[in-house]
């Protein structure tokens, strides 16, 4: 039984207009780049293939590639996704109301696959209720035009509770990247940072009668593969594109071709990770950091979180005393950050996407960092969408809907803000132009009012000031030591927090060069 190995410039045989295509990856990782392209080139120069529906459950692209490739008025007229903070086309596309649009929550896409495979009609979850992705709210649809359309998940009762039900999407194709393929079509990810959801997705085409195309680096002769790091058997596949500049197209990541280290074939050296600089990410980072307890499984969101919270914890000799998770599917180590966001050195354990968001949506962890845009007196938090331009929860409301205790870390305003660090006191040199504490925010990712209803542990914590919901509401717990309550604090909100008779100032060991000693404020 032979595979079906095809030029890339084959592959637009596969794919005809109006098809529902599917491509999995993260950030960078795993995008099957010379299939993209080839994609891209031929409706430029053809017109074909056009009016396709693109279906994606993570964010993919590092501001320039991934499905950056697909961002072109007429080649996607509809687009179903979670994320599209690292795809400025995409989110440009939009917010002009060029493209038909749907946000749905990453893990739910991501579970969707498993489902449409077995044969379901759609998910039941509890999760986006309240939220912007629930039909009685937003349905997702993020922007004018989508607005006009059907919603693709509804909501319904089942033993007297209320449920999403986010409906299948039948999938003419979807597009996959594998390290190796031997001779028989059969493939492997050693060289990948990140299993993500690619079985389920092809079984999920194949359940539909669609084609699954891979892109590999190499080709093995049949036998060599040892069958349990086969991911995709061969009978599942129709055809494969062995990439021809693996350096340019087949990349582990944005930011470099191959690090072992990242796939876990190579431990990195713990003492050459360098920590960070003190700066106000930093400094809202230590702070955040008080919430921990030993032995917390914790997961990490994308911005100040991923960027700093696991490099304190090895600056600070704690990474043995909590394990560190992210949505990706990664247990410990050290994680990259920004465009590479999802991947992490010397890491224990890596399980598929869709398995973390079992976790993650089922038991919950222990403890989530996340970022966020805005905050307002109910406890209601925005991170999808500022201005007109959206980008997406990702696994923003899977995460934070159930983990057992959510801290928000973000800066208190934003807009060219200035703060400085000296003699232990926080100095606003110039404040931000735009107000985070609003009145109301525009777009609820966060439903601070079921949180309050089921008795969920939040915090807000910022450079000047940490916040806690409470029953009534928004409530003000902390202020950094040099910052004024009323001038740079209540009058750059526009609601009205309550403010704790035990109010209390940050402590000064934050401000500390080097370690300041996180073990001494972790709980057993």
């Not at 359309?149 to 999407?169: A, G, H, P, Q, W």
């Not at 190579?266 to 955040?288: Q, Y």
């Not at 890596?350 to 973390?356: F, G, N």
């Not at 403010?499 to 709980?523: A, C, R, V, W, Y």
Request: hydrophobic share 40%; aromatic share 8%; proline share 3%.
């Amino acid at each position: 039984m032979e595979a079906n190995f095809i030029k890339a410039s084959e592959v637009t045989n596969l794919i005809q207009d109006g098809d529902t295509v599917s491509t999995v990856g993260m950030t960078l990782i795993s995008s099957s780049e010379a299939i993209l392209k080839v994609i891209e080139n031929s409706f430029l120069e053809t017109g074909h293939p056009k009016d396709l529906t693109l279906v994606h459950s993570a964010g993919q692209s590092d501001r320039k590639n991934g499905i950056q490739h697909f961002a072109h008025e007429g080649l996607v007229t509809k687009i179903i996704g979670s994320h599209w903070g690292l795809q400025p086309k995409w989110m440009e596309m939009i917010a002009e109301n060029k493209v038909d649009a749907y946000c749905l929550p990453q893990g739910q896409l991501a579970q969707l696959y498993r489902s449409m495979a077995s044969g379901l009609p759609g998910k039941m979850s509890k999760v986006g209720l309240g939220t912007f992705v629930d039909p009685r709210i937003e349905g997702g649809k993020m922007n004018e035009r989508t607005k006009k359309l059907d919603d693709i998940s509804e909501t319904i009762e089942y033993d007297n509770e209320v449920y999403m039900f986010y409906r299948k999407i039948p999938l003419d194709a979807c597009i996959i990247r594998g390290t190796t393929a031997d001779e028989m079509g059969n493939i492997t990810m050693e060289d990948e940072a990140m299993k993500l959801e690619v079985l389920p997705t092809v079984l999920a085409t194949k359940r539909f009668g669609g084609k699954v195309i891979v892109q590999v680096k190499r080709v093995a002769e049949t036998g060599n593969l040892h069958p349990k790091d086969v991911v995709v058997p061969g009978v599942f596949v129709d055809a494969i594109v062995v990439c021809d500049n693996p350096y340019e197209d087949h990349k582990q990541t944005s930011s470099w071709y191959y690090d072992p280290s990242y796939s876990g074939d190579l431990r990195f050296p713990v003492n050459s990770i360098k920590p960070l600089e003190m700066n106000t990410r930093k400094f809202i980072g230590r702070r955040a950091m008080f919430e921990i307890n030993k032995g917390d499984v914790i997961n990490l969101g994308t911005g100040i979180p991923n960027d700093v919270v696991g490099n304190i914890a090895n600056e600070e000799a704690i990474s043995d005393d909590i394990m560190i998770t992210v949505e990706s599917g990664i247990y410990g180590g050290v994680q990259a950050g920004g465009v590479d966001f999802g991947i992490g050195q010397n890491v224990y354990a890596m399980i598929t996407h869709d398995q973390q968001m079992d976790y993650y949506n089922g038991a919950g962890v222990d403890i989530t960092f996340m970022g966020a845009g805005e905050l307002d007196g109910e406890g209601n938090v925005n991170a999808t969408k500022m201005g007109p331009l959206c980008t997406g929860a990702g696994g923003f409301i899977d995460i934070t809907q159930n983990a057992k205790k959510v801290v928000f870390c973000a800066t208190f305003s934003t807009g060219k803000a200035k703060v400085g660090f000296k003699g232990n006191k926080i100095h606003i040199e110039q404040e931000g132009s735009i107000k985070k504490m609003v009145s109301n925010v525009s777009q609820i990712s966060f439903n601070g009012k079921l949180a309050r209803e089921k008795g969920q542990d939040v915090f807000f914590v910022t450079e000047r000031a940490v916040f806690k919901l409470v029953k009534e509401g928004v409530m003000l717990i902390e202020i950094a030591p040099g910052v004024d309550l009323q001038k740079d604090i209540l009058d750059m909100m526009d609601f009205k927090p309550v403010i704790s008779e035990n109010l209390k100032t940050m402590d000064e060991k934050l401000f500390l060069n080097g370690p300041f000693g996180l073990q001494d404020f972790m709980g057993n």
